[in-house]
Nanobody, 127 residues
Framework: QAQLVESGGGLVQPGGSLRLSCAASGFTLDYFYVAWFRQAPGKEREGVGCISNDGASTNYADSVKGRFTISRDNAKTTVYLQMNSLKPEDTAIYYC????????????????????WGKGTLVTVSS
């Protein structure tokens, strides 16, 4: 049973930090790039960033560059999203998704093409 499970969400004050995890099971994560998406109430789902299958390449949305960092530990079959300097506008449900690839690149612009999706974890940034 292929599955992605996000965890680590919660309530944090503006300026604070949070680390999300995306744990994979039922498939070999090594052959997949992983992307993070988020969706705020009343808004369309948007890409946050992604990391290539080998972890050598990452891409980030302009809104999170310099604040968010994506990393992966294939031995633990887990991808992480480290979020620093959080802002209220970062409040959203965060999803991770994986896409099988033969290449060493990643993108958040092929939403409908992702192979597996997690159910999301809620991040609330508020004082």
């Amino acid at each position: 049973q292929a599955q992605l499970v996000e965890s680590g969400g919660g309530l944090v004050q503006p300026g604070g930090s949070l680390r999300l995890s995306c744990a994979a099971s039922g498939f070999t994560l090594d052959y997949f790039y992983v992307a993070w998406f988020r969706q705020a109430p009343g808004k369309e789902r948007e890409g946050v960033g992604c990391i290539s299958n080998d972890g050598a390449s990452t891409n980030y949305a302009d809104s999170v560059k310099g604040r968010f960092t994506i990393s992966r530990d294939n031995a633990k079959t887990t991808v992480y999203l480290q979020m620093n300097s959080l802002k209220p506008e970062d409040t959203a449900i965060y999803y991770c998704a994986a896409d099988r690839t033969f290449f060493n690149t990643c993108t958040t612009r092929v939403v409908n093409g992702m192979d597996y999706w997690g159910k999301g974890t809620l991040v609330t940034v508020s004082s």
